[in-house]
């Protein structure tokens, strides 16, 4: 027997469970539930405390899993034939036919987590969502290369991000709302582990050339097609946002429109429309445009290195992506060139 129902309530909330809680608020005798009992029901369907027997048990946790589901709460009047009201707005009729005869009002109030708030990178759009979300009581979790509580205040966590265990740590659940903006730093391992995930949205703010580049490599990462469509980006409403505070607008409007309007689902990444170039390389360029590579084609300075792929300066220091051949390190700018480089290292050597 649940001996104290609101201390139970109160742990359920703190380590951040769903559950219902279930109020006699009035009762006609003869019931074996008075008002004033209560009973907690989690999100398995069991049943904690006292509002009534075998024939209304069933009833309550059945509208309770349903208050889970929709986030609404419910009055129910449990009765006789003889005493139902008819249509009464904002009340759940259910006739009983036990013996007692008795009538039973319970009130069903569902208690959800918090919406979850996961922005992955370092941009300015980071830290704006991060303040926004706060303060519409969304839990924050930022999560970056050098993230630190200091440059994010108002999240509720702060942590580095794990190259080679990207999900290391991060709560990636159906009440979570990832946003990578780590401007192409670590974009892909977020978004596969995000993607492969039980999130409820999943966005990156990024250009269309970038995004393109994500989803080959996403692609070539073996992510399935329907999950890629889960990606949307660009991230956010179409409001004509600028400024990293309305982008972050946009994209906190998107979620609570996903979150109120279930119906209405973010449209995924325009990406069966984008034509994916290859990855340039001296092998693939026109003779027009190799005759143009020593003023083109920038010269490394101390302590960079030329990407093969794509011609970009990587700090040697810094560099996420590397890769040996023949006895020589080459450094890339993303995964994506990383990739291509290995399939065929000769044709960039």
């Known amino acids: 027997m649940l001996s104290d129902p609101l201390t139970r309530a109160l742990d359920l909330r703190n380590t951040g469970q769903p559950f219902v809680l279930a109020t006699v608020v009035r009762a006609e005798a003869p019931t074996s539930a008075k008002a004033g009992a209560k009973a907690i029901i989690t999100a398995d ?15 309550v946790v059945r509208e309770a899993l349903r208050a889970l589901q929709d986030g609404q709460p419910r009055f129910l009047r449990m009765c006789p034939p003889e005493r ?19 009538t039973l009002e319970i009130y ?19 830290e704006a969502l991060a303040a926004l979300a706060k303060s519409m009581n969304y839990t924050v979790t930022v999560v ?23 999900a290391a740590g991060l709560k ?60 949307k980006s660009p991230a956010g409403l179409d409001l004509g946002a600028v400024t990293p505070e309305e982008i972050a607008l946009s994209i906190l ?3 609570v429109q996903l979150r109120r309007k279930p119906n209405a689902q973010p449209s995924p990444a325009n990406h069966s429309l984008s034509v994916i170039q290859p990855p340039v390389s001296a092998a693939t ?22 990407d093969p792929v794509c011609f970009m300066l990587v700090e040697i220091a810094t560099a996420r992506y590397k890769s040996d051949y023949n006895g020589q390190t080459y450094y890339f700018c993303a995964p994506g060139c990383k990739r291509t480089f290995e399939k065929n290292p000769a044709q960039f050597a």
């Open 45 to 59: 369907g069991v049943l904690e405390g006292w509002v009534g027997g075998s024939c209304t048990q069933p009833t």
């Open 253 to 255: 409007a998107e979620i």
């Open 285 to 306: 360029l026109p003779p027009s445009i190799m005759e143009m590579r020593p003023r083109e084609i920038p010269t490394p300075g101390p302590g960079e290195a030329l």
């Open 108 to 126: 069903i109030e569902p208690h959800l987590p918090a919406p979850h708030i996961l922005a992955i990178g370092h941009l300015p759009v980071v």
């Open 84 to 102: 139902m009201q008819g249509n009464t707005p904002g009340m759940i009729e259910v006739v009983l036919t036990c013996i007692s005869g008795g």
């Open 144 to 166: 970056g290369e050098n993230a630190t509580p200091e440059q994010f205040p108002t999240a509720d966590h702060v942590q580095r991000f794990e190259m080679e265990r990207p």
């Open 172 to 231: 990636l659940d159906a009440q979570t709302y990832v946003v990578v903006a780590s401007h192409g730093n670590y974009d892909e391992p977020a978004l596969e582990a995000a993607l492969n995930s039980e999130a409820a949205y999943v966005a990156l703010v990024a250009s269309k050339k970038r995004r393109d580049a994500v989803l080959e490599y996403l692609r070539g990462s073996n992510v399935p097609a329907e999950k890629l469509a889960r990606l």
